[in-house]
């Protein structure tokens, strides 16, 4: 087996250097993106951080809006406070473990990995939950190994888990998978430290629903729950797609439109679960790992399920990152107990591909923030309400135009009713590029 070993000082540096090129490819894949790196969700996150304490929808919790809310106190807008807080979530990942000495060569890989530089270098609050779920795996395994007493331990993984509640709802997904663990390890003395988080945790999420949803959204319910909404063939290959690509150490996006591209992008995701799979078996797990795993398990098979009665997007690397982190990490643990420093490879050759999808399909998002700018100023609604017409929501490239004018006003609003396209106040694609022209990506 083909293994090397670095000397301290020469790993030191390797680190130091695959640090700085993580920082650099978070950032350029936002600027090189044509409206930097933002979707129709990040609409609502940075409306409700613009518009707060006004509350105009409860699809997501308030800690990631109110936090870009709070960076804007210091001058900068919502959307240089969302990429703020993706670049601060990635250093205090890295500063934890190194001060905790709790996986940080692995967590170096993982967050070089171009799936989760994506995740960073996004409007969304993903990249807000991994230091979290890093703290949650840690209190965790000070609990496993009996380093604090069980009342603390209780008191911090409840903390935990209200806070990732607060940040996205999935986080219920780790109330019941550390109820699970508890369950399943009863004749264990910490087994009350983990199924009793997790009812707080569920408990909260009641009071929560009923004194902030239902409050200022009583058709909640109505609206996100609805029985078969998609089918279980169509569930179980966006299940697989997902997989494979969230488990694509390279590239985690394949054409929307198919062809042979996809065969490899699949493929290598696909037998890097295996791989996975493989060493989980033949090695020697720790009661730490056992737990991590367990928990990303649980999380993963209950993010499927949950489409069945409620409406959320299709599984891809994005909704599964919180979830996966704790499966990278071990599994680069394994490689590194395998491989040595050879596993930092891994790390580059995802940077390198990273780098060379973000240039080929670059945009200039700088650019199109000047012209998208000048434009709202002309009209005199840079910092009006702003209404925008889209035929549904399956609109493909009209919303993003919507999306670029968010990153500047963030006070917009899609309409789906035709009539509103009447009123010169309502603005549609072709009215606003009537008038400028937007540099687009190379490749969509």
Request: charged letters at 20%.
């Amino acid at each position: 087996m083909i293994s090397l070993k670095l000397k301290p000082n020469y790993e030191r540096i390797l680190q130091i250097f695959l640090i700085i090129a993580t920082y650099v490819m978070i950032v350029l894949r936002f600027l090189l993106n044509e409206k930097g790196r933002v979707n129709p969700d990040s609409i609502r996150y940075m409306r409700q951080s613009e518009i707060f304490p006004i509350i105009d929808n409860t699809t997501a919790p308030l800690g990631y809006p109110l936090l870009i809310k709070f960076f804007t106190i210091f001058g900068i807008d919502d959307f240089w406070s969302s990429k703020l807080i993706g670049i601060l979530a990635f250093t205090v990942l890295l500063i934890f473990s190194y001060r905790k000495n709790f996986y940080f060569r692995e967590l170096l890989i993982v967050s070089a990995l171009f799936s989760f530089v994506s995740i960073f270098s996004f409007t969304m609050s993903e990249a807000l939950t991994l230091p979290l779920v890093l703290l949650f795996f840690y209190i965790s395994h000070q609990i496993i190994k009996n380093k604090i007493s069980a009342t603390k331990g209780i008191f911090a993984l409840s903390l935990i888990l209200i806070l990732l509640i607060n940040i996205r709802y999935s986080a219920l997904f780790f109330c019941l998978g550390s109820m699970a663990f508890g369950v399943l390890n009863f004749r264990k003395k910490y087994w009350k430290s983990f199924v009793i988080p997790g009812i707080v945790g569920l408990g909260f999420y009641g009071l929560y629903k009923v004194l902030f949803i239902d409050y200022f959204n009583e058709n909640y319910v109505d609206t996100f729950l609805e029985i078969g909404l998609k089918s279980t063939p169509t569930l179980l290959l966006e299940l697989y797609q997902g997989l494979a690509t969230t488990f694509n150490p390279f590239i985690h996006i394949a054409d929307p439109n198919g062809g042979n591209i996809n065969y490899g992008i699949y493929g290598i995701g696909v037998l890097t679960i295996l791989a996975m799979v493989y060493i989980f078996i033949k090695t020697t797990l720790s009661e730490t790992e056992k737990f991590i795993l367990m928990i990303s398990f649980i999380t993963i098979v209950l993010s499927y399920f949950v489409q069945y009665f409620y409406s959320v997007n299709a599984i891809d690397y994005r909704l599964l990152a919180p979830f996966s982190i704790g499966i990278w990490m071990v599994f680069f643990r394994k490689l590194f107990q395998i491989f040595n420093s050879l596993t930092y490879s891994i790390a580059f050759l995802s940077l390198m591909t990273g780098f060379a999808f973000t240039w080929l399909s670059k945009g200039d998002y700088l650019e199109n923030r000047k012209i998208i700018t000048e434009y709202l100023e002309k009209e005199n609604i840079k910092d009006e309400t702003i209404k925008f017409y889209l035929k549904s929501e399956d609109s493909g490239d009209d919303i993003q135009t919507a999306e670029l004018i968010s990153t500047v006003n963030p006070k917009i609003y899609v309409t789906f009713k035709a009539e509103d396209t009447l009123k010169k106040s309502v603005l549609t694609k072709q009215r606003v590029e009537r008038k400028i022209n937007i540099k687009k990506n190379n490749y969509q």
